[in-house]
């Protein structure tokens, strides 16, 4: 199956500064690609997500860049708050068919204030 | 509120014991996705309904089971279990005009 992983499993930021959290994906066949906060002891909550024929997507403090040359998935977060703090995953699928997500295993935020 | 209900929210049951997990996807949402997230581990993907049907199954047990009902409501059933299904469970849904909404999860703790 496809493979989703993250290369920090753990990064910690002061508060202000921008944060940033990479992902890497195994499926060059993934035409999309989510971003989702996860606070302790709840739900995955999205972020942004972007689409394969793009290469960047802003939202609000957010940022995602897609390096489709090389597989990888970029977070990018302004001005990081202590609100901040929670695991983040990356995740993958494919439009068309089985459009089930893939996850990647994680990396915590920690927002030192 | 998502709009995805999980129930129950905590669950403690014994080894050999059946549980039902029940998730209600959020209104006009036709597809249903179970998945697993052990302490401090991404989340494994179990299986998906799409409009009553199974679409897609993933790294789900033999001794784990899942339906989507006419009303689209899903539910997993997990028997035999064991001390390494403790875990939370998510359910999310998504539909043609809305992404991946997740529920809150249940957290099942076989003791």
């Known amino acids: 199956g496809e493979s989703v992983g993250l290369h920090l499993p753990t990064l910690s930021v002061q508060e202000g500064d921008n944060s940033i959290i990479n992902c890497a994906y195994s499926n060059s066949a993934s035409d999309y690609f989510i971003w989702y906060k996860q606070e302790s002891g709840k739900g995955p909550q999205f972020i942004i997500d972007i689409r394969s024929n793009m290469d960047k997507r802003q939202g609000q403090r957010v940022t995602v860049l897609l390096n489709k040359t090389v597989k990888h998935l970029s977070l990018q977060i302004a001005a990081t708050q202590p609100g901040d703090s929670a695991v983040y995953f990356c995740?993958?699928?494919?439009?068309?068919?089985?459009?089930?997500?893939?996850f990647g295993t994680g990396t915590r935020l920690t927002v030192i204030p | 509120d998502s709009g995805v209900t999980q129930t129950p929210k905590h669950l403690i049951t014994a080894t050999g014991q059946r549980v039902t997990l029940r998730c209600s996807p959020r209104?006009?949402?036709?597809?249903v996705y179970w998945y697993q997230q052990s302490l401090d581990q991404g989340l494994q993907f179990l299986i998906q309904?799409?409009?009553?049907?199974?679409?897609a199954k993933g790294n789900i047990l033999e001794r784990f089971s899942a339906q989507q009902f006419p009303d689209l409501h899903s539910e997993l059933n997990l028997s035999s279990l064991e001390l390494g299904d403790s875990a939370l469970y998510f359910c999310?849904?998504?539909?043609?005009?809305?992404?991946?909404?997740f529920g809150s999860g249940t957290r099942l703790t076989v003791v």
């Open positions: 999310a849904s998504s539909g043609p005009y809305y992404g991946y909404t």
């Open positions: 309904y799409y409009n009553g049907e199974e679409r």
């Open positions: 995740a993958e699928t494919h439009q068309t068919g089985a459009n089930n997500l893939f």
């Open positions: 209104s006009g949402d036709l597809s």
